[in-house]
């Protein structure tokens, strides 16, 4: 069992139920991302190493997890995080987003949702909530300098944000809404310059710099303004794209 494996799999909190403590604990893993979809969960005997909890408990969480439809068993393989681990009674789907007054209406509605994660990330983040926020930030920097958008890597370090809160109906709710919160496909970066996406770039990050480090700072009123800032000048940006949309 690899290191990092074994940062995940702590000690489980002792609690009324051991079965319930180890399965919500596998559950916020895979909430926060640090269990993706298709990873191959360590065996049964890794996990009671790490956890201290005897096999039967064990089984009767990864049981709980299959009911959920959270992973999946192969066999002769053992358990993997399901693909669509994340239950969906609500979404938005790309074909919603028509047109940019759309796009606004989720940036509204995003903004409702994430100024106040803001605050409370920054009042109850961990350790780990910053090394994950950075570790998302690292990576959209690394994606927008290979040419990409970003765009996944942009809703993953907003959903970093929110599982930070320790919360978790907060990264559900963002979890139903996908990556179409991150409406890249309206922005048309494709059309800009060079030197045109690279200024855009460089105010984004910027902008999330600027929320990451008010988080970290444990900076409520900071965190929230940055968080504030960055979704209006986002909404501005695409109050832009629909006025000279309609002048054409």
């Given at each position: ?100 007054d ?40 690394q ?28 990264g ?42 008010a988080?970290r ?32």
């Open positions: 069992m690899k290191d990092r494996d074994k940062a995940v799999f702590n000690m489980i909190p002792q609690t009324s139920s051991l079965r319930s403590g180890l399965a919500e604990s596998l559950i916020a893993h895979i909430e926060s991302g640090d269990l993706k979809p298709g990873q191959r969960l360590p065996t049964e005997q890794e996990i009671m190493e790490a956890t201290g909890v005897s096999r039967t408990i064990v089984r009767e969480a990864l049981a709980t997890l299959r009911a959920q439809g959270l992973i999946t068993t192969r066999q002769g393989l053992g358990a993997f995080v399901s693909s669509n681990s994340v239950p969906r009674s609500f979404s938005i789907i790309p074909n919603d987003l028509e047109s940019i759309e796009v606004l209406r989720v940036l509204e509605l995003r903004l409702g949702v994430e100024y106040e994660a803001a605050g409370l990330a920054a009042r109850r983040r961990t350790p780990e909530d910053i090394v994950r926020m950075q570790d998302r930030l690292d990576a959209l920097d994606a927008i300098a290979a040419g990409g958008y970003g765009a996944d890597e942009d809703f993953a370090f907003h959903r970093s944000i929110l599982v930070a809160t320790q919360n978790s109906y907060y559900r709710l963002f979890d139903t809404f996908g990556t179409t919160m991150i409406p890249r496909q309206w922005a048309h970066l494709d059309e800009m310059t060079i030197a045109g996406r690279q200024k855009h770039a460089e105010r984004m990050r910027k902008e999330h710099y600027a929320i990451f480090t988080i700072d444990g900076n409520e009123a900071a965190a929230r303004k940055a968080l504030r800032n960055h979704l209006s000048k986002s909404t501005a940006r695409f109050e832009e794209l629909r006025d000279a949309n309609l002048k054409r």
